[in-house]
């Protein structure tokens, strides 16, 4: 079924735009229509999803840019060049820059613990930052927030101390930042919270691991990236204009209730 044309003259930047789910939503959301910035620590698998993106809507023009989110500098560099090339801020921005370092909290180092925090929680900060900021500034009245938390924020995973806590802070995060911007600038701020997605971030995970953990999914499978893209794709569209300040699982119900 071909994707509806909800993103038509939207200009959208998803980080970790290279690999999995987020390279699933910049091919979901050039497919409904938006020019997409796509952004990631590897300017080469940035690229490769360039490449991919279909384009011949109205207006379109895709670019892809490298950016490491957890450097403040690194971050305005890239809101400065999207800016620049586009004549305007993006008015949907997805953080799904993400990594793991998993250990147990016995053995977890202290370098591993900030670096996964750096990345995930303080790179969805800076970004959410950054965009909200070009967009208040250039008198924009409507935005796209979206971030990417995780089902283990809420329920934890051994092995994650560090992982666990950084999504549980992008969930406090979204929800703040929903609270001082939708009234007054009319950006709306949500989050998704992916259960287990094939892509490379869970090929690290031993197989025994995965098979125990698919046998406690309600829906009986791993999701695909395509299946929370298609959630990033409603969050982005006016389809979900009522909507803010929300986590929204992509879980097929494991840990329900
Ligand atoms: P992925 O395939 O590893 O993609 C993550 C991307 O982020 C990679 O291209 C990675 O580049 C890039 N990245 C890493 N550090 C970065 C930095 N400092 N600045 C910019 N880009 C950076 O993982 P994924 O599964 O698609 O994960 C996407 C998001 O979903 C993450 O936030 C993850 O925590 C979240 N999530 C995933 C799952 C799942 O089951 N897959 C579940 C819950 C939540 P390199 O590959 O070069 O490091």
Redesign the pocket.
């Known amino acids: 079924m071909a994707a509806p044309l909800r993103l038509i003259s939207r200009l959208a930047v998803v980080?970790?735009?290279?690999?999995?789910?987020?390279?699933?939503v910049c091919q979901r959301f050039a497919a409904e229509g938006a020019s997409v910035v796509v952004?990631?620590?590897?300017e080469g698998?940035?690229n490769q999803t360039l490449e991919s993106l279909p384009q011949g809507h109205r207006g379109q023009e895709h670019m892809a840019l490298?950016?490491?989110?957890?450097?403040k500098d690194?971050v305005e560099k890239l809101v400065t060049s999207i800016q620049c090339r586009y004549f305007q801020p993006p008015s949907v921005c997805v953080?799904?820059?993400?990594?793991?370092l998993d250990e147990f909290l016995l053995k977890m180092e202290e370098k591993d613990f900030d670096r996964v925090i750096?990345?995930?929680l303080k790179?969805?900060y800076l970004l959410t930052q950054a965009v909200s900021k070009a967009l208040v500034a250039s008198g924009s009245t409507k935005g796209s927030i979206i971030t990417?938390?995780?089902?283990?924020g809420k329920v934890g995973n051994i092995g994650q101390v560090n992982?666990s806590a950084?999504?549980a802070g992008?969930e406090g995060l979204t929800r703040t930042a929903a609270k001082e911007l939708s009234s007054r600038f009319g950006i709306r701020c949500n989050c998704?919270?992916?259960?287990?997605?094939?892509?490379?971030?869970?090929?690290k995970?031993p197989e025994k691991v995965l098979s125990k953990v698919t046998s406690m999914i309600p829906l009986g499978r791993?999701?695909e990236?395509s299946e929370?893209a298609d959630v990033c794709a409603f969050l982005a569209s006016d389809d979900s204009r009522y909507i803010t300040g929300v986590s929204i699982e992509v879980?097929g119900g494991l840990f329900i209730g």
């Open positions: 980080t970790g735009g290279g690999s999995g789910i987020g390279r699933a952004a990631d620590i590897s698998s940035a490298g950016v490491d989110v957890s450097s690194s953080s799904a820059a993400g990594i793991t750096q990345v995930n790179g969805t990417v938390g995780s089902i283990v992982y950084s999504k992008v998704v919270l992916p259960g287990f997605i094939t892509t490379p971030m869970t090929d995970v791993m999701g990236p929370v879980a």
